[in-house]
């Protein structure tokens, strides 16, 4: 028996799902136009519309539950101020890069599941110079692109750090945990660390 196909609905609400996904990622950090084109006003360079792309597919293999490919793709807070010293600074994850992500993604996926609520990610990856700028550690697992800041409102950081602390515990995953007043911070770096900065 032949596969139905797709209802015209089902397609096009991945159709806009993937536009919404483009036009989120070059509003705010427009490529240059060498080699590109325009989706409306908004200006694609076809290397970096293929890096989108490919990034979708990455994660649609990790088969996340709760978690779009452009929330990974996040800039950081002080990358969208103007006159902030990192405005503008950062810049996507290397494909070489993104594996060392799926630790830190595959915990805050079931963080989401387990309380019930959104998780936001606060801070990705990082470039060397957005890290700089908004003074990281000169180490930190975000220029490796294998840790994330992550807030869950209505769950205090405290409650998150724990319960991530727990899973550490019974081997669902190795990495660093660190605790903030108003966030947490998990990576998969392959060995445990743990600070409360609070």
């Known amino acids: 028996m032949a596969n139905?196909?797709?209802?015209?609905?089902s397609s096009y609400t991945a159709f806009c799902r993937d536009i919404q996904l483009l036009v989120a990622h070059f509003a705010t950090?427009?490529?240059?136009?060498?080699?590109?084109?325009?989706?409306?006003?908004?200006?694609?360079?076809?290397?970096?519309?293929?890096?989108?792309?490919?990034?979708?597919?990455?994660?649609?293999?990790?088969?996340?539950?709760?978690?779009?490919?452009?929330?990974?793709?996040?800039?950081g807070k002080a990358h969208e101020t103007p006159g902030h010293p990192g405005y503008?600074?950062?810049?996507?994850?290397?494909?070489?890069?993104?594996?060392?992500?799926?630790?830190?993604?595959?915990?805050?996926?079931?963080?989401?599941?387990?309380?019930?609520?959104?998780?936001?990610?606060?801070?990705?990856?990082?470039s060397a110079a957005y890290n700089t700028a908004i003074g990281g550690a000169s180490r930190s697992q975000h220029l490796k692109f294998a840790a994330l800041d992550l807030s869950c409102p209505g769950?205090?950081?405290?409650?998150?750090?724990?319960?991530?602390?727990?899973?550490?515990?019974?081997?669902?995953?190795?990495g660093g945990l660190g605790l903030y007043r108003s966030f947490i911070h998990v990576d998969g770096r392959g060995t445990n660390a743990t600070w409360d900065n609070t």
């Open 4 to 9: 139905p196909s797709p209802s015209p609905h």
């Open 29 to 75: 950090h427009p490529p240059a136009l060498r080699g590109g084109f325009f989706i409306g006003v908004i200006p694609v360079n076809i290397t970096e519309l293929e890096s989108v792309e490919g990034f979708a597919a990455f994660c649609e293999g990790l088969n996340l539950r709760h978690f779009a490919p452009h929330e990974l793709l996040s800039k």
């Open 155 to 174: 769950i205090t950081p405290r409650a998150c750090f724990d319960w991530l602390g727990i899973q550490r515990d019974r081997g669902v995953f190795v």
């Open 88 to 126: 503008g600074l950062n810049a996507d994850p290397p494909a070489e890069l993104w594996p060392n992500i799926i630790p830190a993604i595959t915990m805050a996926d079931r963080m989401r599941e387990h309380f019930g609520r959104p998780v936001v990610i606060l801070s990705a990856y990082r």
